[in-house]
């Protein structure tokens, strides 16, 4: 059987033992088979075989080559410089030397042991292919399910920043309700006590007697006395107003009530510029109405005496805005 056969039927590619039976100058198996283990990871050792035209001197100088090329370190002959190079690279062996010794050709135990050895060795070589796309397969899921963690953690940071958002939203809407359920109390408790005062009054009224007017006053507001305006009586041509803003003071506060005392024949327009004049941070838009009896003034009320609207001699006002 031919180096050729032999080789095709080792599994070689015919592009590659071409190349190797040509590289040593079809030296026999042995060096064909060094030079393809050598050249096993060569990018061109599949590209197709390129022949040139030897000239006359060049086909000379072929008859008088040298059979091989010796390490006369070890002794071991090589067929090609290329198969002495590798060889000089894993033995660290410096002293080469053309040689007429021709490579002797294996023997059919040598050749299966050669194609044992090439066989371990591809095997090998798979083998650390395999296991180095494993390991990069390996790194790549790794990689993966970290981007993977990483991307639920901060959909979780998310959501809980959302949650707190959402929490301090209701908080916030609590304690609104709070202030204004307080505010609908405070105006109630108010309510009762111009009620109070009223009721009073008309008892007075009925009487003959002076009306209480203590109770109409509103928590911590000065009292009659103390502001220094004159005691209304039932039968005066007076009317004490007391003006009670639903507002909020720039202290943060509600807004003190205003008392003044109007004659009963002015109008309620007459009243109205007296807040726009002495309270101006309501506006110019506002409304004035009573709680008891309920009653909202209307603009047809503006040219009415405070005597026909039944606000002698004294009543409470609410200012909305």
């Not at 040593?24 to 064909?32: M, V, W």
């Not at 000379?60 to 059979?67: F, K, P, W």
């Not at 790549?140 to 929490?167: F, S, V, Y």
């Not at 004490?240 to 003044?260: C, D, E, F, N, Y």
Request: with cysteine.
């Amino acid at each position: 059987m031919s180096d050729q056969a032999t080789l095709l039927e080792f599994g070689f590619s015919a592009v590659r033992i071409e190349k190797a039976l040509k590289a040593t100058n079809n030296s026999g198996l042995q060096p064909a088979l060094d030079w393809l283990d050598a050249h096993a990871n060569d990018a061109s050792i599949d590209d197709p075989v390129v022949y040139e035209e030897p000239t006359t001197e060049e086909t000379a100088a072929t008859t008088e080559h040298a059979q091989s090329i010796k390490c006369n370190e070890c002794d071991k002959l090589f067929s090609s410089a290329d198969l002495a190079q590798v060889h000089a690279t894993k033995t660290g062996h410096q002293d080469f030397a053309e040689s007429t010794e021709a490579i002797k050709p294996l023997t059919e135990e040598e050749k299966k042991q050669k194609l044992d050895e090439i066989q371990r060795r591809i095997a090998e070589k798979r083998q650390k292919r395999e296991e180095a796309e494993k390991e990069e397969q390996r790194q790549n899921e790794l990689l993966r399910r970290k981007a993977g963690q990483d991307m639920t953690e901060q959909k979780e940071k998310l959501k809980d920043q959302m949650l707190l958002r959402e929490i301090e939203k209701q908080k916030r809407e609590k304690e609104d309700d709070k202030r204004a359920k307080q505010k609908i109390k405070d105006q109630i408790e108010q309510d009762k006590r111009d009620r109070a005062v009223r009721v009073a009054k008309e008892k007075a009224e009925r009487d003959g007697t002076s009306a209480p007017t203590a109770a109409a006053e509103e928590p911590g507001a000065p009292s009659m006395l103390v502001s220094g305006l004159p005691k209304v009586t039932s039968d005066s041509n007076q009317a004490r107003l007391q003006i009670r803003p639903m507002l909020q003071s720039s202290k943060g506060g509600p807004a003190p009530p205003v008392t003044h005392i109007f004659a009963a024949d002015q109008t309620l327009k007459d009243v109205i510029e007296f807040v726009k004049k002495e309270m101006p941070h309501v506006g110019s838009h506002f409304k004035l109405s009573m709680s008891f009896p309920r009653k909202d003034f209307e603009h047809h009320h503006e040219s009415m005496t405070l005597k026909d609207l039944g606000l002698v001699p004294n009543a409470a006002l609410i200012l909305t805005t």
